[in-house]
């Protein structure tokens, strides 16, 4: 048996475009996403992930974000408004690195003028021994109620942020706290599970994308060392 990969290492690998109406710049984007060092199966399977999604980015801001600030800039030019600069941004964070499991997130920050920026998150947590992201659900002892632990401490939360006026919310953030609550949004940290909700989803634009922690340990959550096997303390 081959010696069992305990973290990933990697390095970005960066890609940039440039889109023009009529000969002006008028679109920019640029793409950081992880690539592994490594040759074996994992490794490999990881790269063409976040390689894919590269490219998908790139085609997205050349099909829908283009004819934007195409229109957009000649719109400004016959209103002989300052010309626009869209801008578009892929990014990546490893959050956890260790013992067979390896988290990151990655954000997409759209920049269309006027107005907060769009950002979009995702969030991954791969086993590497299996090569496949590993579900939430995995990290909860079988029939634990993790859905309902989960909302209930972001509810807990968010209710003490408001209290402290360090956070705002919609008026029926408790509704869309449950009815947008998505599995696949989470990536793993150094002090529990980070889960979290897309931007406007719980929130006014200024609040971005909303998150919050659930520590290793309570209500039975822990990181397993593979993909429901053993634990971390």
């Known amino acids: 048996m081959g010696e069992r990969l305990e973290a990933l290492e990697t390095v970005p690998f960066a890609a940039e475009r440039e889109w023009t109406a009529e ?11 992880p690539e592994p060092l490594g040759k074996d199966r994992t490794a490999r399977r990881i790269k063409r992930f976040y390689q894919s999604q590269c490219r998908a980015f790139l085609r997205y801001c050349e099909k829908c974000l283009l004819p934007q600030a195409a229109a957009e800039y000649r719109a400004a030019l016959e209103a002989s408004r300052p010309l626009p600069a ?7 964070r490893v959050t ?19 107005g907060p920026a769009q950002v979009t998150r995702r969030g991954d947590t791969w086993d590497l021994a299996a090569g496949y992201p590993v579900p939430l659900k995995d990290f909860f002892p079988a029939g634990t109620a993790w859905k309902k632990k989960l909302l209930a401490r972001a509810a ?3 209710e003490r942020r408001e209290r402290a006026g360090a956070s705002r919310w919609r008026e029926d953030w408790r509704r869309q706290l449950r009815r947008r609550f998505n599995p696949q949004n989470f990536y793993l940290t150094e002090e529990g599970l980070a889960y979290f909700w897309p931007m406007y989803a719980v929130a006014p634009a200024a609040e971005g994308v909303v998150g919050f922690l659930f520590p290793y340990g309570e209500g039975g959550f822990c990181a397993p060392l593979r993909a429901g096997r053993g634990s971390l303390p």
């Open 86 to 92: 869209f801008r578009a941004e892929l990014s990546y």
């Open 23 to 33: 000969g002006v710049p008028v679109l920019w984007a640029e793409a950081r996403v």
């Open 96 to 114: 956890y690195n260790q013992g067979g499991l390896w988290s990151l997130y990655t954000e997409v920050r759209e920049v269309l003028g006027p």
């Open 156 to 158: 807990a939360e968010a």
